[in-house]
């Protein structure tokens, strides 16, 4: 694979958050990432920014790295030769990185380490998906500031839904430039859900992207084969839902679309907010 990324290529990274634990959100990660890669037949990093409880490393048989909380913590010393033995290559176009820190180690995210850390190792791939933690309310935030993606999957429950909601005003807040795509998930039974997916939206104040479907045996069978779920079972529900919006994302390469419009009217607005505030 290329050693570098093309100058004109502009860097994306996409973070993925659950609202709630459960909803999936590192499966899917791990899903678009090969999906993109695939698509794009281009090199795509995942990074899983849980230093603590991630589980992405786990889900794809590799081995976590220590390294990972070293170049947070001076990402000025990352070159091409620490990607290359951080970094370790899942397939043909997928590579992943992720730590699993002794939670005792009191580990605190200086400001601004993941913009610096992503921006170093955007030189070496264009492309990079983050999973997100929840229990990390600075590495959170510094993750969603540095996105010009974001995936916000909630599960059809009143506290998955209030979740939602804070952490679509965190994006708005502090990355109002990013792109951001809402998506349903969880095992509940949609049609007996408390809460339907029009209450999402209501609440929400905009379109659901992707209604990603349970599918626990495919789920499985890829943590059990240590593959993504887009190799393990690519026949797999979860995938054709993914499919639509893993699209979007490479179209967004090119002309923005109406996504793209309306997230431009609304960071104006927010910008106005914030110069009457002044």
Known sequence: GASSVPKDAKPRTLSVIGARGG???TTVAITIASMLGTRLKEEVLLIDFDLHYGSLMLALDLEAIDALREALDQPDRIDALF?????????????????????????QARPHAANDFLR????????????????????????????TDILLI???????????????????????????????????DARRS????????????????????????AALSAVNFGKPLFEAAPGSAIVKALRPL????????????????????LARF?????????
Request: proline content about 3%.
């Open 23 to 25: 909803v999936g959100a």
């Open 83 to 107: 990607i290359q033995q951080v970094a370790q290559k899942k397939s043909e176009f997928l590579y992943a990185m992720g730590a699993e820190e002794s939670s005792a180690g009191g580990f």
């Open 154 to 188: 909630t599960d059809l429950s009143l506290p998955g839904v209030r979740d939602a909601m804070r952490l679509q005003q965190l994006a708005h807040d502090v990355s109002p430039q990013a792109k951001l795509y809402l998506a349903t998930s969880g095992v509940a």
């Open 246 to 265: 893993v699209a979007g994302l490479d179209a967004a390469d090119g002309e923005s679309g109406d996504g793209r419009k309306s997230v431009s009217v």
């Open 194 to 217: 408390a809460v339907k997916a029009g209450d999402v939206e209501r609440t929400l104040k905009r379109k659901i992207d992707c209604q990603i479907p349970a599918d626990a045996a």
């Open 270 to 278: 927010a910008q106005g907010l914030k110069s009457r505030k002044k």
């Open 120 to 147: 170093s190792v955007h030189r070496r791939f264009r492309w990079i998906v983050a999973d997100v933690p929840r229990g990390d309310p600075v590495m959170q935030r510094q993750v969603i500031e540095a996105s």
